[in-house]
């Protein structure tokens, strides 16, 4: 069964940062290229950032640009998300996804991943 796992959301202060974590089990994250998504309450799930399977080529939404830093380690089956210098605007539900059309990635569109984990909290609130 394939199965995506976030962790590591959390309520943090603004400057704070977080480290974020999407386990896969049932199958192997190697030859995957990946994405995480966040949606808030009363807006449109948007792309964060996604990473080829590779590991050679990132992409990052303009607003997080400078302060998240995506990453993958195959050997423990994990892609993660550093969030450094967070922002109350950040605060959202976080997703890791699959994409569906190669080993490249982009993050224009939800529609183009699929096998959704369940989602962490961020919260971002003095």
């Known amino acids: 069964q394939v199965q995506l796992v976030e962790s590591g959301g959390d309520l943090v202060q603004p400057g704070g940062s977080l480290r974020l974590s999407c386990a896969a089990s049932?199958?192997?994250?190697?030859?995957?290229?990946i994405g995480w998504f966040r949606q808030a309450p009363g807006k449109e799930r948007e792309g964060v950032s996604c990473?080829?399977?590779?590991?050679?080529?990132?992409y990052y939404a303009d607003s997080v640009k400078g302060r998240f830093t995506i990453s993958r380690d195959n050997a423990k089956n994990t892609v993660s998300l550093q969030m450094n210098s967070l922002k109350p605007e950040d605060t959202a539900l976080y997703y890791c996804?699959?994409?569906?059309?190669?080993?490249?990635?982009?993050?224009?569109?939800?529609?183009?991943?699929?096998?959704w984990g369940q989602g962490t909290q961020v919260t971002v609130s003095s």
């Open positions: 990473i080829s399977s590779s590991g050679g080529s990132t």
């Open positions: 049932g199958f192997s994250l190697r030859y995957r290229s």
């Open positions: 996804a699959l994409y569906r059309y190669g080993t490249s990635c982009y993050i224009r569109s939800w529609k183009e991943y699929d096998s």
